[in-house]
């Protein structure tokens, strides 16, 4: 098991603990965390699940793809050019058992 | 919001259907500021779920995992919106302002929105409701077909649109034998030709058989199981399992049988009202009159598409939370993923009578650009997601200051343009 922090802009946080393999967005899905939608499926095609990674885990992540690079640049929130990611694109897992992001005010 | 003023069993909005439009409409209430009771009726009995990926994710997975939720788990409840599911209307009273459920209930409503959505076309042939023909359309479709392709070695896939191919890609990925017969090219109902053809050449080249100029003329089977696909020229398909996805129809029964104006699709006005003025109707289920341009006579579109789910709920939640809002008219956008094809389309191609690809198709990342009369009415972008989000803005704002010649400069780019050419 994994465990994903979620903080919001007015200083509130969520942790939830997941199976490993299980990406930032469907984690907030299916553990009831709010400010995600994911439209797409989880496919790199919505940018409605836009997140902010804090800096500590940015180097433990798969590096950005073209499709998401692309779609960061079209978030309802603007891309930070460090932080932003999909979080559809983030797997908890071994090699991340924990990280913290912060989630954008708007998805679409 | 104030809690004391949500009372579940005297809604004053009663909404029809659980998937994205009607979940959407329980949600931007909400957001709107409503306070006033809130009842959203389904008739599947899964919480409500995403439905795109269920031909693709969810179809692909091979284990037994769960839909994607459409919202956040409890979110519905923690807005006080008052959820029934695998319970079914069986009509509307529009003068009485009530509907009756297949329970018996009776739910009185001051506002009633009708997000039906569509159904699977039903292929009227001997043998399409055996064990291993399988439409998909809904989450107990997509769960009985995951389950049946552990053990499919040769597909054939009838139809040959976005539900179909979608299926297709992810049956060849699993190394299955597939062919696909339909009447008509790749995505006609959808794209452009240029874009139906190289998607085509993708399909075959991940090694599906497309047989695109014939229809089925029936099934053989052994009283249980379909074991192969006659075709109209008269060629025998083997086939342990099929697919068929020709198209939905528009969930109209209710509407209907209660008197309001339907024509493949519940007709609404611009403001998504019908033709009662306290029943609204949105997403695939509603067919919405649009105003003619350029002296044109006007004409109506019915949609499919998440997009258009949402955005009609967002547009008809606005306006019985008390909003002014003006016409619907969000710029259309939809999209596929098809083993390496990500195509992301914008605006309405079949409208269009002219079309400019800059850039090299050979590459895999490009967009069709798709004109009427010279000026631009929709990109559909392959593996291109920067023009088809610059196409969004475009669209809705400069579709007229965009011709054929302007994509045909060289180095052009719709995203470099917009930002030289400042509105």
Redesign the interface.
């Known amino acids: 098991m994994s465990n994903i922090t979620y903080h919001y802009a007015d200083g509130t946080e969520k942790t939830v603990e997941v199976a490993d393999g299980v990406s930032v967005m469907r984690a907030a899905l299916s553990e009831g965390v709010p400010g995600i939608i994911g439209e797409c499926g989880g496919q790199a095609m919505c940018a409605t699940c836009h997140v902010l990674v804090r800096p500590e885990y940015l180097d433990a992540l798969p590096p950005v793809s073209e499709d998401e690079d692309e779609m960061l640049d079209c978030t309802a929130v603007p891309r930070d050019d460090e932080r932003s990611r999909l979080g559809c694109q983030i797997h908890v897992g071994a090699e991340l058992p924990h990280i913290d992001v912060d989630v954008p005010e708007r998805q679409r | 919001m104030n809690a004391a003023h949500i009372d579940g069993d005297n809604a004053d909005v009663v909404i029809i259907g659980s998937g994205h439009a009607g979940v959407q409409v329980a949600i931007s209430l909400r957001e709107e500021g409503y306070a006033g009771g809130i009842v959203v009726v389904g008739d599947e009995l899964a919480e409500p779920y995403?439905r795109?990926?269920l031909s693709?994710?969810?179809l692909a997975a091979t284990d037994s995992s769960?839909p994607?939720?459409?919202?956040?788990?409890?979110?519905l409840a923690s807005l006080g919106v008052r959820v029934l599911l695998g319970v079914a209307v069986e009509s509307l009273d529009l003068d009485g302002h009530s509907v009756t459920l297949s329970s018996g209930e009776q739910l009185a409503w001051g506002e009633l929105v009708l997000a039906t959505g569509a159904s699977h076309r039903v292929l009227p042939l001997d043998g399409a409701e055996l064990s291993n023909a399988f439409y998909l359309r809904t989450l107990a479709h997509a769960d009985a077909l995951r389950a049946a392709l552990a053990d499919a070695k040769r597909v054939v896939v009838v139809g040959a649109g976005f539900i179909a191919l979608e299926f297709a890609a992810v049956a060849r990925a699993r190394d299955l034998e597939v062919t696909v017969i339909a009447p008509d090219r790749a995505l006609a109902r959808a794209v452009s030709a240029p874009l139906s053809e190289y998607v085509e050449r993708v399909h075959r080249e991940l090694g599906s058989e497309l047989l695109l100029d014939r229809g089925v003329e029936g099934f053989e089977h052994d009283g249980t199981r379909v074991t192969a696909v006659v075709d109209s020229t008269g060629v025998r398909h083997e086939a342990d399992l099929v697919v068929i996805g020709i198209g939905a129809i528009p969930r109209t029964d209710l509407a209907q049988n209660a008197g309001l104006e339907v024509s493949d699709g519940i007709l609404v006005g611009p403001d998504l009202r019908t033709s009662h003025p306290h029943v609204w109707a949105v997403g695939d289920c509603a067919r919405m009159r649009i105003a003619g341009a350029h002296g044109e006579e006007g004409t109506s579109v019915r949609l499919e598409s998440?997009q258009n789910a949402?955005g009609q709920a967002q547009h008809a939640a606005a306006i019985i939370a008390g909003s002014e809002r003006g016409d619907y008219a969000d710029v259309p956008w939809f999209?596929s993923?098809q083993g390496p094809l990500?195509l992301?389309m914008a605006g309405l191609a079949y409208q269009a009578d002219e079309f400019v690809i800059p850039g090299d198709v050979d590459s895999g990342k490009f967009s069709v650009f798709c004109f009427r009369q010279g000026e631009l009415v929709a990109v559909e972008s392959v593996?291109?997601?920067?023009d088809h989000?610059a196409a969004r803005v475009a669209l809705r704002d400069r579709g007229g200051d965009i011709h054929p010649d302007t994509v045909r400069e060289p180095g052009f780019t719709l995203k470099g343009w917009l930002a030289e050419h400042p509105a």
Not at chain 2, 68 to 75: S, V
């Open positions: 995403n795109p990926s693709k994710e969810h769960e994607q939720p459409l919202t956040p788990k409890g979110q998440v949402v999209w993923h990500r992301q593996n291109k997601p920067a989000m």
